[in-house]
């Protein structure tokens, strides 16, 4: 491993902890720390012992999106392609986030801006320290929303907040953005790494194939009808039915013990 890697790592009780390491960036992302954090990620599919992951930040931010050190237009030369870069590293790892069938809990531990912010977003369960913001920073620099925010952003909190956010790129405070729904809550900035911590264990801890076909029902959701859906709960709840966790939950509560899940 790099003496001062881009993207810190560690695995306990069955808990993935990442966390974005180019403070005096506020880990804005370069090459190096895209291919850091989607290496991450991918282990987290294939390594059975990760049942969670707890993605935040080191320093004073979150994220401040992609590094614009590394796209300077001083610099000369062509200008850059940007579809290519969003093909080649924020996409891929956004869908690896969405598609991983594990847990997904962010502590935005400071300002998440840009991309920052949406690849927060994009998590299962986002808490954010009451001094954080999200800045949906683009406008400013004349891009549009991406790493998924033009997608996540009208669907969770509509399209007249969606805008506004977009075109003004005000900062939104970590309060009113749980107020809107836009994250799961806001807690005091000197808890929140414990109280991400607490909740990533708690999924780690849980039925991990039920956790996981339960994120893929949730995010079908936004794009299929009611049969669809219905017709997709009945697939996932055969199979949940058949784990070794459901007849340890039953066991459980039937014999009036807290139940031990097993991930399987
Ligand atoms: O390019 C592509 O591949 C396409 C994909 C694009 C995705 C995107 O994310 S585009 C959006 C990029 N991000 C931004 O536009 C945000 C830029 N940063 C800011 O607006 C502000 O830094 C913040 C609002 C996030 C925080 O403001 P503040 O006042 O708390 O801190 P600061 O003083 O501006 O920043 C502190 C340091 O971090 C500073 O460095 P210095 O002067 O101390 O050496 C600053 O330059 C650096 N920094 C902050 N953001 C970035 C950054 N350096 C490189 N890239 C950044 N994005």
Not at 81 to 108: F, M, Q, S, W
């Amino acid at each position: 491993m790099s003496e001062n890697p881009t993207v810190v790592s560690d695995c306990n009780d069955g808990v993935l902890s990442l966390t974005l390491n180019r403070p005096d960036k506020l880990n804005a992302f370069n090459e190096e720390m895209h291919l850091a954090l989607r290496a991450q990620i991918e282990r987290a599919y294939d390594d059975v012992s990760v049942r969670s992951v707890l993605l935040t930040g080191s320093g004073r931010a979150f994220c401040a999106g992609q590094d614009l050190g590394d796209r300077d237009p001083r610099k000369g030369g062509e200008r850059p392609d940007l579809g290519h870069t969003l093909e080649t590293y924020y996409n891929p790892t956004l869908r690896l986030i969405r598609a991983l069938e594990k847990p997904v809990v962010c502590a935005v531990n400071g300002v998440a801006a840009g991309a920052g912010a949406n690849i927060a977003l994009a998590c299962d369960i986002v808490l954010a320290g009451r001094s954080a913001k999200f800045i949906q920073a683009f406008s400013k620099i004349g891009l549009i929303p991406d790493a998924g925010g033009s997608w996540s952003l009208p669907r969770i909190i509509g399209e007249p907040r969606a805008k506004a956010l977009a075109l003004l790129a005000e900062p939104l405070m970590a309060d009113q953005a749980a107020d809107w729904g836009l994250i799961w809550k806001s807690v005091e900035d000197d808890v929140l790494v414990a109280e991400a911590t607490e909740i990533a264990k708690r999924l780690a801890a849980g039925p991990t194939v039920g956790l996981g076909m339960t994120k893929r029902l949730i995010q079908a959701a936004s794009t299929q009808d009611l049969d669809s859906q219905l017709d997709m709960e009945r697939d996932c709840q055969r199979i949940a039915g058949r784990t070794d966790d459901y007849a340890e939950g039953v066991t459980a509560f039937l014999e009036k013990r807290p139940a031990q899940f097993k991930g399987k």
